[in-house]
């Protein structure tokens, strides 16, 4: 059972663009494996979109928090670890981002 509050917009204020929050609250009914194909798909689709897999991070981030305080070590590393997937793929030297949309990214999720 989940206890978890989907917010409309993201710390600083702007509204989220993705259903993000909504399909990781479905996938955690599934298990692990329901996460990792929820991640899988939601990152293959849309790792070329800097808002998005900026938001995807975001959400990434919020939910290992949200599943550590609840006590759910499992669910925890693994958001934390996609997180970090996110994260270094935009930062990576072969990303596909330019300097413009690094910033953002930072700027969003710093």
């Known amino acids: ?17 993705t259903t993000f929050h909504l399909d ?10 329901g996460v990792i194909d929820t991640f899988n798909r939601a990152f293959s689709f849309w790792k070329h979109n800097i808002k998005y897999i900026t938001e995807l991070c975001i959400v990434m981030n919020i939910r290992s928090w949200f599943w550590y305080e609840k006590g759910n070590k499992q669910l925890a ?20 981002f330019n300097e413009k949309e690094q ?8």
């Open 1 to 17: 059972m989940n206890y978890f509050y989907i917010p409309r917009t993201m710390p600083n204020e702007q509204e989220y663009q």
């Open 103 to 110: 910033s953002y990214f930072f700027q969003m999720t710093d």
């Open 24 to 33: 990781f609250d479905i996938a955690d009914h599934f298990g692990l494996e």
């Open 77 to 96: 590393k693994l958001y934390s670890a996609f997180y970090y997937k996110v994260r270094d793929f935009v930062y990576d030297d072969n990303s596909p």
